[in-house]
């Protein structure tokens, strides 16, 4: 890896219906491009895509074989599972990370997928699933024969947006402690490029770390007592237009709250997680995105 560190490359959402999340998340989000038909990663069974955000990706994940850690944890109910990085040397990177004394598994190069994926156990992660793949590895598979054919999702006629969504903020990850978290996250090459951040409702602390590309990871305190489990929590995005996003989802009668500003125009829109199959998105106007977030 070099000095510059880690990059962010996507979150991984289990679901028990890839095709209606696709579908969710296109027609409440919009999509920035065709999203590969979903296709069937036999060496970890299950059925996968790839929804395309700027700044942080979003890979649905359908299991299929009942004997993955992916099919017994959304089983017991998690539906984000993990976060994905891409560093520059994956052999070279393992091993500094096993002299720091992290757990590592490396899985290799199959048939299908056909790059090597190495796994940081949840113990060691401060609650979240961790994949580190090789750049190279990545680019090289990315080139190879589609194995289902690109297509765009279609929004139901008379339904075009207004607005888009710009790109990703944001990845929120709810810990038990963030000054262990930050030393975690330390370990793996982020920085912490903020302290004490303003927490939200329901928060009671923040701070951000940074990879070298992708948005920053957000992690969240909750107040002493709440019972929130620790995990990927959110995904903040920002947007062109927040209030005409906000209509075009209370149309489609999604799950929001909202933080007021001005009249009725919201300063945030929060789209509950009951609506997007598992994860909770904060939406913000991107003229205000330094401010909010």
């Not at 757990?103 to 056909?114: D, E, N, P, Q, S």
């Not at 680019?139 to 790109?167: C, H, I, N, Y």
């Amino acid at each position: 890896m070099t000095s510059a560190g880690p990059a962010i490359a996507h979150i991984g959402l289990l679901c028990d219906d890839i095709e209606s999340v696709v579908s969710t998340w296109n027609i409440l989000f919009g999509l920035s491009g065709p999203v590969p038909a979903p296709w069937f990663a036999a060496e970890e069974g299950v059925l996968t895509t790839n929804l395309p955000i700027p700044g942080c990706g979003l890979e649905p994940l359908q299991p299929i074989v009942r004997s993955t850690a992916q099919w017994t944890q959304l089983r017991a109910g998690r539906r984000p599972f993990h976060l994905s990085l891409q560093v520059d040397d994956l052999s070279g990177e393992v091993e500094r990370l096993r002299r720091a004394g992290l757990l590592i598994r490396v899985r290799k190069a199959g048939r299908v997928v056909t790059l090597r994926r190495a796994w940081l156990d949840p113990d060691e992660c401060a609650g979240i699933t961790v994949e580190l793949l090789d750049a190279g590895e990545v680019e090289q598979f990315r080139s190879m024969p589609a194995k289902a054919p690109d297509r765009t999702e279609q929004r139901p006629a008379g339904s075009a947006l207004d607005w888009r969504v710009t790109r990703a903020l944001a990845v929120g990850h709810t810990v038990r402690s963030i000054t262990e978290a930050v030393r975690f996250y330390r370990m793996l090459g982020f920085t912490l490029v903020n302290q004490g951040r303003r927490p939200r409702a329901g928060w009671s602390a923040r701070q951000q770390v940074t990879a070298a590309s992708g948005a920053p990871v957000e992690l969240v305190a909750r107040p002493p007592g709440t019972r929130w489990p620790a995990g990927l929590s959110h995904l903040t995005l920002a947007v062109d237009d927040l209030h005409a996003a906000w209509r075009w989802l209370d149309a489609q009668e999604a799950w929001l709250a909202r933080t007021p500003a001005q009249g009725d125009r919201p300063a945030m829109v929060r789209v509950d997680a009951r609506s997007t199959h598992g994860l909770d998105v904060f939406l913000v106007a991107e003229d205000d995105a330094g401010q909010s977030v």
